[in-house]
């Protein structure tokens, strides 16, 4: 009941948010839900099923050229949406191949590679991606009864999107699958003699993981209607583990937090200029040498020391140290 | 064929280069286990040591032997005893934890030579003069020449260091079993700081060497580190003569590749022979095949 009120004050939080704000920190508050899609989706592969990803950054990158082209041709945002969605399900299954065969930092530097694979290609291929010009002027979806225009009506129509996500998501994670998941995280062998087919639910935590940022992307093109290749480099692949892990991995809202740790807080922290990712990074290696259950894990903590009747659970306590 | 055979020891002398750093990272990966995702920075930040020496009116010679000692300490003694250390025991040494802090210090190195230092290319004093021998018609760069026979000459001496001294040969016990090199009385926790202090020392060597052809630039260690990563695991992740073949061969790849095939997508051919090695042959081309622990 508690938890449900929490979940609608939070609903309403997110409704209320934006009003009186200026137009430039609504498009913050966009990109955040955006990144936070994206890092739920990472959270699922990293933070469930214990598998890491450094891909995530091409992923929103192919959602946002896949959103972008089909949308400058005339096709409806939602179609191309799907398709975005589609596209990263898929290459995200091939990319949950190597993850079949290697772990820990074999798989760390193979999704960096393909990172960078795709970086290039962006950057290569100029007559389907506009090379290192990139795509500008998509436009923005028109729902008939809902035209969206200014960064406002965006911010709505992700909102919805986001809620619809995060329910499908908590779904997951709440099914068969995603104890399976878990399952997988903990320990692999075990699971596997229960009867769990590590093979494709690994894969599955790969695709749905890179379908979110897909998603991501494809709310991407017409939110800052201009992407480039750049946009999708390492370090926001990077940037995007790092939401995961600071907010707590393993935890429903952790990305949420971690998320706006990286994208909200700099702009609270305008007087930081330049400082800012310096600061951010080192005080990621102090919360890590620290706290590695990142700050949900250190929230838990001072919770347990209030109330130490609460029982921890001991897998998410596992699963926080991934 | 004089272009092959140019086009031949410029790779080598690039890829000896790569090695040391990919030699460096195989060492440390060895005997902590620390796979450390800041390599390429810790190539990238020596060369700016020797800059910031040099605009305090030190000559060259000493700058770079000033930057030496500080990357030693900074990027060894520090990162091992207020990073690694800590979080080993804690019992998170082995864990993606360390993986992540390795990437936040990448960040941290990256951001901080922007911020301080600058976001522009800077121009680096080449370790010696640029001239060419005329060799049979192929044209030989002095400097390729002396980068391969210094890089080399780096790497045997560490190889007869390892093996024929007593530290080298307490180094190598305690990165092939901790628990009976202590109990036959070698100071383990010493020997590993031993390691990342030559790690440091390597890098360091590497980014005096190969800055002169990149510029000094803050963005020059994502494509370093890569690139000795890669070596190190094509050549065989648990060896010093396999990252060294490792090295060797994607700058000879890369070189060819520029000047035969493709200039757009040279930068994706060392990531192809990444993803394939790992998927084919994880143990690397010339590494023994060791039991995955679950």
Redesign the interface.
Known sequence: MKRNLFLLAGLIALFLLPIGQGNYFILILCSWLMFTIAAMGLNLT?GYAGQ?SLAQASFIGIGAYVTAIMTLAGIHWILAALASVIVCFVIGILIG??AL??????L???T???N??VV?VAR?EDWLTGGSYGKFNMPRPDFGFYHIRTNLDMYYMIVVIFVIFAVLMYGLIRSPWGRAFKALRE???RAESLGVDTRRITLLAFAVGSASAGLAGAIMSPLVQFIEPNSFA??HS?KI??MV?VGGAGYFFGPMLGAAVVILLPEFLRFTE??Y??I???M??IL??FS?AGLMGIGEKILTKIRPNQQVRKDMEKGA?? | MEQFLQVLLSGLATGSIYALAAIGFTLVWQAAQT?N?AQGEFVMVPAFFVLVAMNMGMPFWLAMIIAMLVSVFLLGYLFKRA?VE??QR?G?GN???L???T??????LK??V??FYGAEAQPYPALMSSETWNIGGAIISVTDVLHLVISLGVVLLLTLFLDRTRTGRAMQATAQNPGVAEILGVDTNRMILYTFLINAALASLASFLITPVYLAKFSNG?YLG?IA??AA?VGGFNQIRGALAGGLLIGVLDNMVATYLTA??R??IP??L??VV??FK?EGLLGTSEG?S?
């Open positions: 990293l890491i191949f190597p065969r290697v772990k820990g930092h074999f760390a530097f193979v960096l590679a393909f960078q694979l290039l290569n320990n692999p062998i390492l370090l990077l583990l790092l892990i330049g400082y990712l310096i951010y990074s080192a990621v290696i890590m040498v590695p140290q991934l | 796979v995702f990073i800590p979080m804690q998170h864990s993606l934890s993986i992540i802090v990437m936040a210090l990448a960040i941290l951001e901080s922007k911020e994502e890569l990563f890669i695991i757009e997508y930068a994706a990531l192809l990444l993803i790992i998927l994880p995955r679950v």
